[in-house]
């Protein structure tokens, strides 16, 4: 019989409010989700392209300098090849003064002879006299010059906070005579400006890396004065792993966009690349919640417009859904009335509507009620059958466990035979021990199905206290055969002076046979099965650890395990439902599993189960 109440009306309001509101609503919700997993692709690329261009433009125009300076100094030797011969110091000044006029970025030019003397040196910073030249025939920088090298020197932070590096243009050298060098030092102060009034979104930064990943130039230029460690940063780490392109130097920037760490620990949608020539490295960095602060905008915006949908759309529904429920406050009472024995009582119909046939259909079940009142042992008899039917569909169950252990017993004993010579099985009373092994077990099936008779009651599991050591001992030895074929060495630890739970004992059989034979299928040729019972939680809790050393489970496996039939077992290997059945059992008994795993490490299984309390 239905009987309603003013609770259950509520229900039935507030369903029908979420079922229209949801129809309403759910067309708005997935048409904001498209187009806002759109702009998310849109706004990312976006960035990326702007950081690839910023990038794109600052190692140009340090390529540029570089190759300007250089064809520059080129030109000055070639148009002015009596620069080098003695006595021409006043040629040599006034050259040089020039070229030093004609580029900023110079902060210091020297000419070398072919011996490694330096013949004239000017400064922007102050005056050089004569005695201040350096004969550097024996630096490493005029070596590189006498093969005929192009040199560019490491950068390093001069007297006035500024980054400078060396560059070198030898005139001959290598298969021809060497006429000597023009040296300049260059300031990347140019460069820093470049840095600074490049335009990317709000949050980001650009910074440069020498060839050993050390900062050189920053857009904020406060972190190059204090010597900032950014080799933490994944775009740098990339940089640095490719230090064969580093040395022989690349012909084509090649910019890599991705999303990674900072060295500061932050997420960051970074690009990053490396820069011909000086083989340095360019990285641009945008914090990812600056990144999506639109997104989240816009998301907020949608879920104020989803709320107030909700509240005008629920007002109307309720004005609505009062209208319907005035027959159902009708039913209602009609209920009531029923409820209280009175089966003469009649809605009124108001309608020929599905309400008003559901009222014609409560005044004929009412008729029909009364009717068959009389009749009501024979409906509680046939309740009876249907209790029988419901104990009879239950006694698959009830027998799985048993024939379970029934048929693994027998295939482990037909291995056996085929392995071993049976007189030795024989007389070692193997086959005895396993007949009655098996014979128990067919006692326990008969005695499933015998409880199918009793009617007054139905089966139920035997709860008794089970020794979870020697469960596994027992276990163990069924599965002696296996362990030694496969060349396992099997430890077990008993911690706990009283390893007793509460429990069905053929459960907890089935629930250890399948975890430990997990373990040995994920040990196929060799391996170690430790097994450790202790006592955990104040002495409450019995904790079981099963741990093997092998294969493990892959990372994308580890939230699958419990699923019903999913196995990485070959096909015919396994069912799936090994670790699915032991989570159903040791959940049954208030216990809980956990999984530890490592690919080619192994796996450990922790089960705590709730000690069975002592009786005196």
Not at 27 to 45: A, G, H, Q, R
Not at 206 to 234: C, P
């Amino acid at each position: 019989m239905v009987i309603m109440n003013k609770k259950i009306l509520v229900s039935i309001k507030l369903k029908l409010v979420l079922m229209i509101m949801s129809v309403s609503v759910i067309p708005l919700v997935f048409l904001s989700y498209i187009n806002i997993k759109t702009l998310k692709n849109e706004v990312k690329v976006s960035i990326h392209k702007g950081h690839e261009l910023a990038a794109s433009g600052i190692s140009q125009t340090i390529v540029e300098m570089v190759k300007t300076t250089q064809e520059s100094m080129e030109a000055v030797a070639l148009t002015n090849p009596e620069l080098f011969k003695p006595g021409n110091a006043v040629n040599r000044e006034d050259v040089i003064y020039r070229m030093f006029k004609s580029y900023e970025h110079l902060e210091e030019i020297s000419m070398i002879s072919k011996y490694g003397q330096e013949l004239v040196k000017i400064s922007k910073r102050h005056v050089i006299s004569l005695d201040e030249l350096n004969d550097i025939s024996e630096e490493d920088k005029f070596k590189e010059l006498e093969k005929g090298s192009l040199y560019i020197g490491e950068p390093k932070m001069d007297s006035d906070k500024q980054v400078v590096f060396e560059l070198g243009v030898p005139i001959g050298g290598g298969d021809e005579y060497l006429s000597g060098a023009i040296t300049a030092k260059i300031s990347l102060r140019q460069i820093m400006n470049k840095i600074n009034s490049t335009k990317g979104e709000e949050g980001s930064y650009i910074f440069l890396i020498d060839e050993n990943g050390a900062l050189i130039g920053h857009s904020d230029y406060n972190q190059v004065m204090r010597g900032q460690d950014v080799t933490k940063s994944e775009g740098v780490k990339k940089l640095l792993e490719n230090k064969k392109e580093f040395k022989s130097g690349i012909k084509d920037i090649n910019f890599d966009s991705k999303v990674y760490e900072s060295y500061s620990g932050q997420k960051v949608l970074g690009v990053y690349g490396l820069i011909p020539i000086v083989n340095w490295g360019i990285v641009v960095e945008h914090p990812l919640d600056k990144v999506y602060m639109t997104i989240r905008q816009m998301i907020a915006k949608i879920l104020v417009t989803l709320l107030l949908t909700l509240i005008f759309t629920g007002m109307a529904v309720v004005c609505l859904i009062n209208i319907f429920m005035k027959s159902i406050n009708e039913i209602e009472k009609g209920v009531n009335s029923v409820k209280s024995g009175n089966f003469d009582y009649k809605i009124p119909k108001q309608s020929n509507d599905e309400i008003g046939a559901i009222i014609d259909a409560f005044n004929n079940m009412t008729d029909e009620i009364k009717r068959k009142k009389e009749n009501e042992k024979l409906i509680i008899s046939a309740e009876k059958r249907a209790a029988i039917g419901t104990l009879a569909a239950g006694v698959a169950h009830e027998i799985n466990n048993p024939m379970n252990n029934l048929g693994f017993y027998t295939s482990d004993l037909l291995e056996r035979l085929e392995t071993e010579d049976i007189n030795e099985l024989y007389e070692g009373r193997i086959i005895q021990n396993y007949l009655e092994i098996m014979k128990e077990q067919i006692e326990r099936c008969s005695s499933i199905t015998h409880n199918l008779l009793k009617i007054s009651r139905e089966s139920a599991v035997n709860i008794k206290p089970v020794n979870i050591y020697a469960a596994i001992k027992d276990i163990l030895k069924l599965m002696g055969h296996r362990i030694k074929k496969q060349n396992i060495s099997v430890k077990i630890d008993l911690y706990a002076p009283r390893p007793v739970v509460m429990s069905d004992e053929s459960q907890i059989q089935q629930m250890l046979l399948n975890i430990i034979t997990n373990a040995l299928d994920a040990m196929e040729k060799k391996g170690t099965l430790r097994i450790s019972i202790e006592n955990f939680h104040n002495d409450d809790t019995l904790l079981i650890k099963v741990e093997d050393t092998g294969y493990g489970i892959k990372d994308e496996d580890k939230d699958k395990i419990f699923d019903p039939f999913y196995t990485t077992k070959p096909v015919g290997k396994g069912t799936g439902l090994g670790l699915s059945i032991s989570q159903v059992i040791i959940e049954r008994m208030r216990g809980t599993i956990e999984i530890h795993s490592e690919e080619n490490i192994g796996t450990a299984i922790y089960i705590k189960l709730p000690v069975a309390k002592e009786v005196d």
